[in-house]
């Protein structure tokens, strides 16, 4: 069975510019979260996607958006860059979001801004 | 909010060793599930072992334990007979089921070495 997969695997942007990070779930897995682990500060949560709907979103700025495909894949977008978003991205899904499940995880996007 | 806090950013045993690795939570909740992943040097995270909170036996998966103190709200992880492949971030994460999966809070890591 296939696990998470991301793409693209390593990403260079210069300031100002917008980015588009991809997730594919595991097959049958419908709820995808997307994190942000920069330097030093863990693993911060982002966005949760759930049948194609927001569930909830971390505490980041509206430049940070994305979305659910009805295949279940996801996007997630960054505009206007910023230095500090330099950092790895990583996807993680899991079953249906009415139950606790294990989150699996991609191996993640990591995107540097010059 | 829920905070987790691992107060070792980094750790180093001998293989065959035993280490643990330290974890502490708040949360004014009394039912929540914590977790520890694993981050080795290639990225992708797994799942070592998982805790319920309303479970009072600790969890076990092979040479992994934990130590669940509800009370004092500490989750540390017991590593037995130490590899090299444990090698690796730790991470501890904490989750509010409400009615389901909902998004992981994570620390900040610990980062694990195993000496040969």
């Known amino acids: 069975e296939a696990g998470v997969t991301q793409s693209p695997t390593h990403l260079i942007k210069t300031r100002g510019q917008q980015v588009t990070l991809r997730c594919s779930p595991i097959?049958?897995?419908?709820?995808v979260y997307w994190y942000q682990q920069a330097l030093g500060l863990g693993l911060q949560f982002l966005l949760w996607?759930?049948?194609?709907?927001?569930?909830n979103r971390g505490n980041f700025p509206p430049r940070f958006s994305g979305r659910q495909f009805p295949n279940y894949s996801s996007e997630l977008n960054v505009n206007a860059l910023e230095l500090e978003d330099s950092a790895l991205y990583l996807c993680?899904?899991?079953?249906?979001?009415?139950?606790?499940?294990?989150?699996?995880f991609g191996p993640g996007t990591r995107l540097t801004v010059t | 909010a829920q905070t987790v806090t691992q107060s070792q950013p980094e750790m180093s045993v001998q293989e065959a060793e035993t280490v643990t690795l330290s974890c502490t939570y708040d949360t004014s909740e009394s039912n929540y599930y914590l977790f520890w992943y694993k981050q080795p040097p290639s990225r992708q995270m797994i799942l070592v072992i998982r805790q319920e909170a309303y479970k009072q036996q600790n969890a076990t998966e092979n040479r992994f334990s934990v130590n669940f103190q509800k009370a004092a709200k500490s989750f540390s992880l017991k590593i037995s007979d130490s590899q090299l492949g444990d090698t690796a971030m730790y991470f501890c994460?904490?989750?509010?089921?409400?009615?389901?999966?909902?998004?992981?809070?994570f620390g900040k890591g610990t980062r694990l070495s195993v000496i040969a």
């Open positions: 994460a904490f989750m509010n089921p409400l009615s389901g999966n909902t998004p992981l809070v």
């Open positions: 993680a899904s899991s079953l249906a979001r009415d139950r606790v499940d294990e989150q699996y």
């Open positions: 996607y759930d049948e194609g709907e927001e569930r």
């Open positions: 097959s049958g897995h419908t709820s």
